[in-house]
């Protein structure tokens, strides 16, 4: 399986301000997924996101809020843009393997404060 | 209506005693997974199955492909085994379906 390293794990922002979430994977993956997991919730898909090229959004989620950038096959970062206490969540990101399945990364917790 | 229901949503169990979490889906699948969450939000993979039975340990999974169910099975459960218990589905064509999860508790 596919080994994920997600940073920051944690972090504490001020409302309006806008932070970077890393994933970098130990091997070149097609599939790689960002997710947001909202207090006593499952897991919401927000975006796929595609070496090259835009990342696909999914209902609800838009690129202006949550860009993505996907520069190789090893490496993912999510933004969250101007912050509002309704973004505190954890996000994560995962990939696919086939085969394997699904690897996650340790998560990011945010809270916005 | 999700396309992935799992049942039950909460589940407190004794030490030892044998567990099951149930999933249903309507949707055809290519594979179908079975993962564990812990209170500090890290993600497990327990299994993928596309067809029969597979046994980690403690755990089984199952799935049975015409009725598009699958059930996990914990047996001699432990209190390390308290988590979110989350079923997820692929289908052809990349899609994937998350259930809700099953929150277990094991008491001592």
């Known amino acids: 399986s596919a080994v994920i390293s997600q940073k920051p794990s944690r972090d504490i922002c001020q409302r309006g301000t806008s932070l970077t979430i890393q994933c970098q994977v130990d091997?070149?993956?097609?599939?790689m997924f960002w997710y947001r997991q909202q207090p006593g919730q499952s897991l919401t898909l927000i975006a796929t996101a595609n070496q090259g090229s835009e990342a696909t959004y999914e209902s609800g989620f838009v690129i202006d809020k949550f860009p993505i950038s996907r520069p190789n096959l090893t490496f993912s970062t999510l933004t969250v843009s101007n912050m509002s206490p309704e973004d505190s969540s954890i996000y994560l990101c995962?990939?696919?393997?086939?085969?394997?399945?699904?690897?996650f990364g340790s998560g990011t917790r945010l809270t916005v404060v | 209506k999700n396309e992935v229901e799992q049942s039950p949503q909460n589940l407190t169990a004794q030490e030892g005693e044998f567990i099951t979490i149930n999933c249903s889906y309507s949707?055809?699948?290519?594979?179908l997974h079975w993962l564990q969450q812990h209170p500090g939000g890290g993600i497990v993979s327990l299994f993928m199955l596309s067809s029969g039975k597979k046994k980690h340990g403690r755990l089984i999974a199952t799935i049975n492909i015409q009725e598009k169910h699958s059930s996990l099975h914990i047996t001699a459960s432990h209190p390390r085994d308290s988590a979110v218990y989350i079923c997820a589905v692929k289908r052809a064509g990349n899609q994937f379906y998350f259930g809700t999860g099953t929150s277990l508790t094991v008491i001592p």
């Open positions: 949707v055809g699948i290519s594979a």
């Open positions: 091997s070149q993956v097609t599939m």
């Open positions: 995962s990939v696919w393997t086939d085969g394997y399945g699904y690897t």
